[in-house]
């Protein structure tokens, strides 16, 4: 399959979560020089996107307060609660229209690394419609889907929607080959801490 020549790629960093398992909001959890969604948005800015958003819900007025949301159109999701596709609705809202492929960042992954995004987008041929990461112990984070998945998207609901997607269109998905394990994403404090001891930091 040809690789893709210079398509137009959008990231969506996913930050809208209500963090009801960590009773506090994991963007603002403390990740390195800033918090765990700047981070994320620091490995989005250096992955070469054409264009970034990032989509707010749960603490969203505190966020803009204390995250560095610059070079990112912000949207708002209003029904964070609905789960990550509400939040995919949303960045869809914004998508510029010479988008040909739309790459998925969690806000709350700090192991992916702006390396990770690249390979994944330079593994999607001109005809992709859906690609993962295949890391050693299987799918995972960041995730690509192609304009001709685009209105899928907007259609999914509840949680682990895409994952559901990607069963039901599985001869379609591309998997792109990355080293190591999944990356873990924070959901609670337990997570927080195994990132932190990951990365030589401490909270």
């Not at 995730?143 to 609901?157: I, K, M, P, T, Y």
Request: hydrophobic share 40%; proline share 5%; glycine share 12%.
């Amino acid at each position: 399959m040809a690789r893709r020549t210079e398509p137009f790629v959008t990231g969506l960093v996913l930050g809208a979560g209500g963090s009801r398992r960590l009773g506090e909001p994991k963007q603002l959890l403390p990740y390195g020089s800033g918090t765990l969604l700047d981070h994320a948005l620091e490995t989005a800015r250096s992955s070469g996107f054409d264009q970034l958003i990032v989509a707010l819900g749960g603490s969203s007025g505190e966020v803009r307060r204390r995250v560095d949301l610059s070079g990112a159109d912000v949207v708002e999701n209003q029904d964070f609660g609905e789960g990550c596709s509400s939040s995919i609705a949303a960045g869809l809202e914004a998508l510029d229209p010479r988008a040909e492929l739309l790459v998925l960042v969690l806000g709350d992954q700090p192991g992916v690394t702006p390396g990770t995004v690249r390979a994944l987008i330079e593994g999607c041929g001109e005809e992709t419609l859906l690609a993962a990461c295949l890391y050693d112990d299987g799918r995972g984070h960041p995730l690509a889907f192609g304009r001709q998945v685009f209105d899928d998207l907007r259609e999914l609901q509840g949680d682990k929607a895409v994952w559901k997607l990607m069963e039901r269109r599985a001869h379609d998905v591309v998997e792109v080959r990355v080293p190591g394990p999944i990356p873990r994403d924070v959901d609670t404090r337990a997570d927080y801490e195994a990132v932190l001891a990951e990365s030589g930091s401490s909270a």
